[in-house]
């Protein structure tokens, strides 16, 4: 069982391609937290995310200001503006977090507990180069996503 | 005939009273503009939607002490009702059917951005068709707006709002939150050179502010000014809002230009709005941000249009403007 894995994109393209590969293993009611300094590509990654969910990667913008926003079968979150965990409790999200959508949580470090077992993303702009490290509890994840990441760069 | 606007799709909690007959707007209160609200130590957003319940009592009789009238005066009440955060949109929706159903007057539903596009005309009508853009914290987008109810999205932003980027280049330089107004003030006092930020090239008329967003990280981590880097920012994320909306009158060959929205205040912006040759209508700034008076406004137009809404109409966190 592998729990960690890392993986490494050139392009906005490749990140998409890995997001999409990624979004279709995700169990369901899957919570998926992102981490990473701004403008490493969270935002990117889900647009990827979403393509696995049907949901047009146009349509997913960040959302920071507006904190959830809600498609049929997944849900972006992004915890970004919060200060505390009493604000997560505030804005009803512990209903949200339980229902059987996959979601994406940007900044989700203020949840704390209100995340139990979530897969884990950390991205890094390395230049030009963006390295993704994923950490799965569960270890479902990593030892398919390789396979498929490497059948595609063959393909 | 005298309107309520209610408007909690965010931060703010805000109530409006519009006479409709005199197109004037008699008062228009916003929560954190308001001393009665308790300080929140100037860098932390008030969002909480028990913020909203807590508020919005005294934000109405606020409201309506201003306008100087009483609830019997009321003859139509109008509420944001989506797109925003739910549990926010919730307390603003409930409070404005609860003051319907109990004044026994119509109630009507509206959509915040559409909200935003007719502010620039509170206290006239509008004329058509106008190219709309809204610039905010939480949208950017140009509508061709051919008539009230009818609107063609012409271009969005496919991942930061331009109003999220100055917040996080602000947040990234250290300048605090808000961000628009911090930025803008130092490119006033700025009159160095100025750094070379990319503009991201989108095809057609979407936008995307998370390229330069980046651009700013990387700058200020290997050491760039701070003014420099802000005043730079600011030129270039204005020059492409300019670039867009020309694009867009010179595509729909329509001359109107309506701009909204809280980074609608910024004086840069403005400015290149002023010389751009068309004819322009910008809102005074207390109508630039979120705000009761612009629900008010839409919403009779809206009811004089279409009739009242059901009680029974819900909220909703997405909803795109048809």
Redesign the interface.
């Known amino acids: 069982m592998i729990k960690r894995c890392t993986f490494k994109t050139k392009s906005e393209g490749e990140t998409k391609e890995l997001g999409e590969l990624l979004g279709k293993l995700l169990p369901e009611g899957a919570l998926l937290v992102l981490k990473g300094?701004?403008?490493?590509g969270k935002?990117?990654l889900t647009k990827g995310i979403a393509r696995a969910f049907s949901v047009p990667?146009?349509d997913v913008?960040?959302p920071?200001?507006?904190?959830?926003?809600?498609?049929p079968s997944f849900v972006h979150i992004d915890l970004y503006?919060?200060?505390c965990s009493?604000?997560v409790y505030?804005?009803?999200l512990e209903e949200l977090l339980s229902d059987e959508r996959v979601k994406v949580i940007e900044w989700g470090e203020i949840a704390g507990e209100l995340l139990e077992n979530p897969i884990v993303v950390e991205c890094k702009?390395k230049g030009g180069e963006r390295l993704f490290k994923i950490y799965d509890p569960e270890g479902k994840i990593c030892g398919k996503l390789k396979e498929l990441w490497r059948e595609r760069c063959q393909g | 005939m005298i309107v309520l606007g209610v408007d909690t799709s965010?931060d703010d909690t805000s109530i409006a009273v519009y006479d409709a007959s005199s197109n004037k707007v008699l008062s228009n209160i916003v929560s954190s503009q308001y001393e009665f609200h308790r300080e929140f130590g100037g860098v932390?957003?008030e969002?909480?939607?028990?913020?909203h319940a807590e508020n919005i009592d005294l934000v109405f009789l606020e409201a309506l002490k201003v306008a100087q009238v009483s609830p019997s005066d009321l003859r139509l009440v109008c509420a944001t009702n989506r797109?925003?955060?739910?549990?926010a949109l919730l307390v603003g929706l409930t409070f404005a059917k609860g003051i319907s159903y109990n004044l026994k007057v119509p109630f009507k539903a509206v959509h915040h951005i559409e909200a935003h596009l007719f502010s620039p005309f509170i206290g006239s009508e509008p004329s058509y068709p106008f190219l709309g853009l809204v610039v905010?914290?939480?949208h950017t987008l140009i509508v061709l707006v051919e008539r009230l109810g009818r609107y063609k999205v012409l271009g969005?932003?496919?991942?930061?709002?331009v109003?999220?980027a100055y917040?996080?280049v602000a947040?990234?330089t250290g300048l605090g939150y808000p961000g628009g107004p911090v930025i803008d003030k130092i490119y006033r006092s700025y009159d160095g050179d100025y750094l070379k930020l990319p503009k991201p090239k989108v095809s057609g008329l979407?936008f995307s502010f998370?390229g330069i967003?980046?651009a700013v990280?990387?700058l200020a981590e290997k050491g760039a000014p701070t003014y420099q880097l802000v005043s730079s920012f600011q030129r270039v994320a204005v020059s492409y809002l300019i670039d867009k909306l020309k694009e867009a009158v010179k595509e729909t060959k329509v001359k109107r230009v309506a701009v909204s929205g809280g980074v609608s205040a910024n004086s840069l912006l403005r400015e290149e709005l002023a010389s751009l040759g068309v004819e322009l209508y910008i809102p005074p700034l207390e109508f630039t941000s979120d705000n009761g008076a612009m629900v008010a406004y839409l919403g009779y137009r809206k009811f004089l249009l279409e009739g009242e809404d059901s009680l029974e109409v819900g909220a909703l966190?997405?909803s795109q403007i048809t």
């Not at chain 1, 300094?37 to 490493?40: E, S």
């Not at chain 1, 920071?64 to 498609?71: A, D, K, Q, T």
């Not at chain 2, 969002?47 to 913020?51: E, L, M, P």
């Open positions: 300094d701004l403008g490493c935002t990117v990667e146009e913008s960040s920071s200001f507006n904190i959830v926003h809600e498609y503006r919060l200060s009493e604000e505030d804005l009803g702009d | 965010c932390v957003p969002i909480a939607a028990r913020k797109p925003g955060l739910l549990p905010s914290g939480g969005k932003t496919l991942d930061d709002a109003g999220e917040d996080k947040k990234i979407n998370s967003k980046s990280r990387r966190a997405r």
